[in-house]
């Protein structure tokens, strides 16, 4: 369907959740929000393919997504978790490891620091991760995922471990780099402001009943 990026059918997963059936619109900054324990970061693990719906279909583009190659799904849907995962080193270091999991050549020192820019992160690139605080390293974590360039980006409570002027500051910014180069974004929040603020299209997500 046009427009249409991902649509769901009858979905549900491992008999606990039934979803209503949902689209999301290519382009849009979409949020999916709903009460603790809905199956909001499950639908998005759905959607790139982490998790296999025990019933129902989704399409991608028209394509059911489970006769889909899940490597190329999910190097077009990145999903950005709550747990983030950073390897021992510094900022730059974690740039190349991704990368090199990925069998891509690094970006430059210039492509690096400019996503660091994008994510508020006020550090050089030889800077340890290790010690960083936790909404230190989300907003690498998040730096280096958007740098990949996805054609959809979906955050998973992005600004659970970011203050109130930093979770503004980094939305603002990762939605004004999407926009600008098409990618579709897909938020699960808990937090109504930045929802309020940013949504184009809402979806919620109840605990559905047989
Ligand atoms: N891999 C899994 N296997 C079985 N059950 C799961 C799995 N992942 C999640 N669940 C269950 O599915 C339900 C929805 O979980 P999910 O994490 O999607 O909710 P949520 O809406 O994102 O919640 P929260 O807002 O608290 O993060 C929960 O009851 C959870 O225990």
Redesign the pocket.
Known sequence: MDGILFETKNLS??Q??KYKDIQIKEGKVSFIV?K????????LKLFNGT?PPSNGTIYYHDRDISQMDTITLRKEVLLISQAVYLFDGCIEDNFKEFYRYRDMPAPSEEVMKEFLKLCCIPFSLDKDCTTMSGGEKQRVYIAIYLSFLPKVIMLDEPTSALDKENSNDVIENLIAFAKDKGITVII?S?DPKITDKFAEEIIL?ERGVD
């Open positions: 997963f491992n606990i959740i709903g603790s324990g809905s199956g909001k970061s499950t639908l998790l699960v808990h997500i």
